[in-house]
């Protein structure tokens, strides 16, 4: 049963995309496909005449923050898209309409509890960029230092969790009635992007994400992160350092400047590759607009970022894990890319290695060695969804931020130097990276960092042992012993135990329903009684142990 409110919202959005001559989406959706017509007749509909990357941004726009997210992110894909969409999508990445200044001057003052006047030395009261959940104004403190306010939209949660509903709605139908779900987990998929964008709204975490990203890079010239002036944050107004720099979008500014292109374009693979395997703390919504390049020195341009409300972290075992992924596929070593996605549980286990070595070998064999604009990385996307179909490799949420900021720094890597080689500056990092994890000297921080937990063990080993002694003496002591022989005699046995075994199991069910009848509790633990009354029953059954 669909709720009133989220019908509504279905049908907003269906609104929004019949008004801007964007039927073919209703239609390709099959959602309430009907009502377009009925939209069609309804007055409004006067923006078919603009050009058809337009009205996608429009739609966008109206459709609100997570809306406008999707748009920037395929924005950075140019190789996807045609020209004159990704031009104007790339408008959704600082230059959506900005909100009133009262409304911006009204949030100042309840944040402060004071005129803005009383809390800055200057404050600009018209928007200097606006985006799809906050927006931001120059201004400088009362020391005169020049910073720039970031405040929230308003009303931004109750958006983003109204359409989180649609979402969700949408990922439900594909769970229940889509072949690809248990696959694809669409479910799994909204609620790691749910947690992503509800911490977006709190700019408190923003701006700690912002100091441990400046203390990463603390002793390295690849990237600045402005200073965080905490006393002035607020759950929604962040105050930071004001950057100046190009627009990294801005090609020929860079140009003009005597920027170093190509150092430009490694030191971008660089800063990615560093984030994610050195610190592994990843700024994670790295799209043009957040970008931007100090050329102070033209031959060693920095870079230097913005907006720290999207940031990625990998756990041990996967960051592990797809760092030896990236290694042997630079290498070539596709048995081992293929051992390593039965390993970590991205396959079934029953996989055969020489199928999935041989699918990979002929998706990536093809890319190596050439430029990026040599290669079609969509067509690439493609084969290796097919591949995966095909050997049953499911999502990993967990990854999608990692994912979504690989294709952001493929596609700015595209802009800045299509001839830049991937392979040949990301595998120095890496292979470094792996020597630093792996080496004698890692080894020993192991050790030492896991030391006070051994202390701790070696504290409690008396008491076990005592245990395990007073155990031994009573008869109590019990060890749990599996091998597959074992397992093939009890297989073995079976048959022969078959109609105790049903007996055992019907036994325990009827006394399990005894429980359900007369206790009153709840059917699920009725349910839960019986089973273990069958577990019970099971374990004191003749030769049962």
Known sequence: MIRPRLLLRLIAIQRVLVRYGLDELIVATHLLRPMRFVFRLLPGRAVVDEPLGVRIRLALQELGPIFVKFGQAISTRRDLLPVEVADELAKLQDQVPPFAS??????????????????????????????????????????????????????????????????????????????????????????EYEKTIIDE???????????????????????????????????????????????????????????DIKRLAEKGVEIFFTQVFRHNFFHADMHPGNIFIQVHDPEDPKYAAVD????????????????????????????????????????????RVD??????????????????????????????????????????????????????IEGLGRELYPKLDLWETAYPIMRQWMTDRLGGRAMIDDIRDQLPELRETLRELPHWLRAIAEQSASGDLRVRFESPELKELRDSMAGQQRQRFVLAVAAA?????????????????????????????????????
Not at 111 to 130: D, I, R
Not at 220 to 240: A, E, K, R, T, W
Not at 319 to 327: C, I, K, T
Not at 331 to 343: G, P, S, T
């Open 509 to 545: 069910a009827f006394a399990g329903g005894i429980v359900l009848l007369t206790t009153g509790q709840p059917p699920w633990l009725g349910w839960a009684a019986i089973g273990a009354s069958a577990l019970v029953g099971l374990a004191g059954r003749p030769g049962a142990g």
């Open 201 to 259: 709204l709190d700019l408190m975490r923003e701006a700690a994400n912002a100091a441990q990203l400046a203390r990463n890079f603390a002793d390295s010239d690849l990237l600045h992160v402005p200073q965080i002036y905490f006393d002035y944050c607020h759950v929604n107004v962040i105050v930071m350092e004001r950057i100046y720099g190009i627009p990294i979008s801005n090609m020929r500014a860079l140009r003009e400047a005597g920027a």
């Open 355 to 408: 199928e999935l070595e041989s699918a990979v070998r002929t998706v990536c064999e093809p890319i190596f060695s050439k430029p990026l604009d040599e290669i079609s990385f969509a067509q690439v996307l493609m084969r290796l969804f097919e591949t995966a179909r095909r050997f049953d490799m499911q999502v990993q949420p967990q990854l999608i931020l990692l994912q979504k900021t690989l294709l952001n």
């Open 102 to 191: 009262e409304l911006a001057l009204g949030i100042m003052e309840k944040a402060y509890g004071k005129p803005v006047s009383e809390v800055f030395g200057s404050f600009e009261e018209q928007a200097l960029a606006a985006a799809s959940i906050a927006q931001v104004h120059a201004a400088t403190l009362p020391d005169g230092t020049e910073v720039v306010v970031k405040m929230l939209r308003p009303d931004m949660r109750r958006v983003i969790e109204r359409d989180l509903e649609v979402m969700y709605f949408m990922a439900g139908l594909a769970h229940r009635y889509w072949r690809e779900a248990r696959r694809l987990r669409p479910l799994e998929v909204v609620r």
């Open 308 to 351: 720290f409300g999207i940031v990625g972290t990998l756990n041990p075992v996967d960051q592990r894990y797809l760092a030896e992924n990236f290694l042997a596929f630079f290498e070539q070593d596709y048995h081992k890319v293929a051992k390593l996605h039965i390993d970590s549980g991205w396959v079934p286990p029953d996989t």
